[in-house]
């Protein structure tokens, strides 16, 4: 098996591409770059230069015109420190191999990328199985791709050497292990539903949202527990439940894995049985990252994506957290508070209109409004207990 990992003890040095396409603009391109760098940055690599090229498709063969990769490769050889190439979009195992034969090299996508960041935060025996699935299904349709330097020169007799035998093998035990990693994953979940069903009957809700919004830091705050949280994408694989109880109504609260921008289709797979946690909520609580400029494009990509596993129509509360943050970047020290205010207004009244008014703005680390947003989340779990348990809602409030 052929692994391209990225080297958390030696920094290394990137250059990151982006193609802006048919339909996208330069800003969302630069926006995309951005949360690559973040990516990048959480691996451990250092981002040296952007490139970006405009092209209504992608090359088939080299992704990028011919033009731009010699382009790209005076800058390698001038720079001479770059160690590896990181592209925004899904590349096939050909055009890496082509595009590393052009600029001498290491070349891998934003799939590659974001599989390597979670391997590295992959803790416990789920989180690790469900990763190296994901790898092992990014890895079988490159393998041909991936043995394309092995092939010889020319064509006709005499050119067919062990390569064609060793794809084949290598095919073959790629899908022997992705066959045991999922019978390995099916005994995995079958423990944890028996786990989920042990809890008994109360309200579940879940925190869902993008990466990187806050989702540990409420969780915390919520259930004053000490999930682990850091400014960086991906910091939660593994689903957290706790038991808390609010004004003498329990429920079960669990921070999940957040989502991103074109995640893999692979590890939305191999993660399903992770997020049945969220398919299996009475509640949601999506938290959205309002000082991030491009919050609204993030909420459009959790729901799109909650969708696309089967999840829509469930009661759910907004929360829009780091309100501090937005304010700093919004307001200046000039702006008179009247202003401010009216502001703050119309974008409050705005997303109450948009969410059925099922919002909170709040901001977990100076404790905005968490009162408030513990009496919404009262709200809609005795609402759900009145509904599910009818006969338990008497002892709890």
């Known amino acids: 098996m052929i692994e391209k990992k990225i080297n958390n003890e030696k920094e290394e040095r990137a250059i990151l591409i982006g193609l802006i396409k048919k339909g996208e603009t330069e800003q969302q391109v630069t926006e995309y770059l951005d949360e690559l760098h973040f990516l990048a940055e959480t691996a451990g690599v250092i981002t040296v230069k952007r490139v970006t090229q405009k092209m209504q498709n992608p090359d088939s063969k080299t992704y990028l015109g011919k033009g731009k990769l010699e382009e790209i490769k005076s800058f390698i050889v001038s720079r001479g420190n770059i160690d590896l190439v990181i592209f925004d979009d899904e590349l096939t195992g050909s055009q890496i191999t082509n595009i590393e034969k052009v600029l001498g090299k290491k070349t891998i996508d934003r799939s590659d990328l ?48 062990p390569g064609e035998t060793e794809i084949e093998t290598d095919r073959r035990l790629v899908k022997d292990k992705i066959s045991l990693l999922r019978e390995r994953l099916a005994e995995i979940d079958k423990q944890s539903f028996t786990q989920r069903k042990e809890r008994g009957e109360f309200i579940r809700v879940a925190l869902v949202g993008y990466t990187n919004v806050g989702k540990s830091t409420l969780m915390n705050l919520l259930s004053k527990s000490d999930v682990f949280a850091e400014n960086k994408l991906f910091a939660t694989l593994d689903t957290t439940t706790r038991k808390v109880v609010f004004e003498k109504t329990p429920f079960l609260l669990s921070d999940t894995v957040g989502f991103i921008r074109k995640l893999p289709h692979h590890l939305v797979e191999s993660f399903k049985s992770t997020l049945d946690e969220v398919r299996e909520a009475d509640v949601l609580l999506h938290v959205v990252d309002i000082s991030h400029p491009g919050y609204e494009s993030q909420w459009s990509v959790v729901n799109k994506t909650l969708i696309d596993i089967g999840i829509k129509d469930k009661p759910t509360i907004t929360i829009f957290n780091k309100m501090d943050k937005y304010e700093k ?8 508070d009247d202003v401010k205010q009216e502001i703050l207004n119309d974008l409050k009244k705005r997303w109450q209109t948009e969410t059925g008014g099922n919002c909170v703005f709040v901001s977990a680390t100076e404790k905005l409004n968490i009162d408030l947003l513990r009496q919404s989340i009262l709200n809609k779990v005795r609402d759900m207990y009145r509904v599910r348990y009818p006969y338990k809602a008497e002892f709890f409030f």
């Not at 970047?329 to 008179?336: A, I, P, S």
């Open 114 to 161: 974001i599989l390597d960041i979670f391997a590295g935060r992959a803790k416990t025996a789920r989180a690790k199985t469900q990763v190296e699935l994901a790898q092992y299904q990014y890895l079988l349709p490159r393998l041909k791709g991936m043995w394309k330097h092995l092939e010889r020169q020319g064509g006709g007799v005499g050119t067919r050497g």
């Open 329 to 336: 970047q919004t307001f200046d020290q000039w702006l008179e």
